[in-house]
């Protein structure tokens, strides 16, 4: 079992942790849980709304294991998972305030305490931007999605909508055509910022038809999604559009400011990275979708996750904190 180092400041005895694991997805769970296995004896700084995007889904059907599970259940079982191997005063339900990665070692700020550790696993994922609308809100998981491929499946022949002009929004309605009957892609201006090709994709699927100069207003719905308020941002024109699903792809925004000026971040706010999981700072490492620009898939997330803790272990290895 890996020690915990202690030094001498300030007159007093510090405590450093081996490792700290901020989040609480697919990416923090795995992290920890294979830290622990290590023998690490992590810190897992899972937040006061622990889960990451998964908890915001309805079914999911392509993670190994599971023919159809909630999104919300796969993150419990992960959560139990974790606690098999970690120590309950290791696992922190509440928010990273600040962190400080320009001495060594590292500080994270967690409210009024400060945790001092040798390695940094950063799996603090993203998170999807909405619309902002209270009803939006209430009915996500219930026609409401932020990913297509997570939930398209379960709209089979029925009617869909998809808010963005982006590449983003272009792969989720072709994603969309493969199962609803129609798609709908509402777009507050005259023309896309989508790649030429994505656009042509679009362009010439059948199943797909465009509304420009348009914003949603509202979501109804009571129990479920039954159609959206559309307004013409040009003429100010009103109306009623019915639809079983609206799928928000305006874009993710990874869960990095506080790394901003202590870590290399790239233009889209993503934690860059090089040799899989390493950042621009000895010692620390990204997993999942704070650094995953291309795939966003929970089994990925995970993946990146593992492979963060076996990098924490090589590098706490050749610092020769060993037993």
Known sequence: MYRVIQYLKLGEVEMVENV?????GPAGYAAAIYAARNDLDPILIRGLQAGGQLMLTSFVENYPGFESILGPDLMEKMSQHSKKFLSPNKIIDNDVTSVDLNSFPYKVHVEDK???TYSLIIASGASAKWLGLENEKRLI???VSGCAVCDAFFFKNKS???VGGGDSAMEDAGYLAKFAKDVIIIHRRDKFRASSIMQDRVFSNPKIK?????VVEDVLGTDHVEGVKLKNVKTGEEKIMPTQGLFIAIGHYPNTDMFKGQL???ELGYIVTHDSVKTSKEGVFAAGDVQDRRYKQ???AAGWGAMAAIEATKFLEEKKIVK
């Open 298 to 300: 929970a089994v990925i």
């Open 210 to 214: 465009v509304i420009w100069d348009t």
């Open 20 to 24: 700290i694991i901020i989040g609480s």
């Open 114 to 116: 400060v945790y001092e």
């Open 264 to 266: 290399q971040i790239d």
């Open 160 to 162: 869909v909508v998809v």
């Open 141 to 143: 998981g219930k026609g």
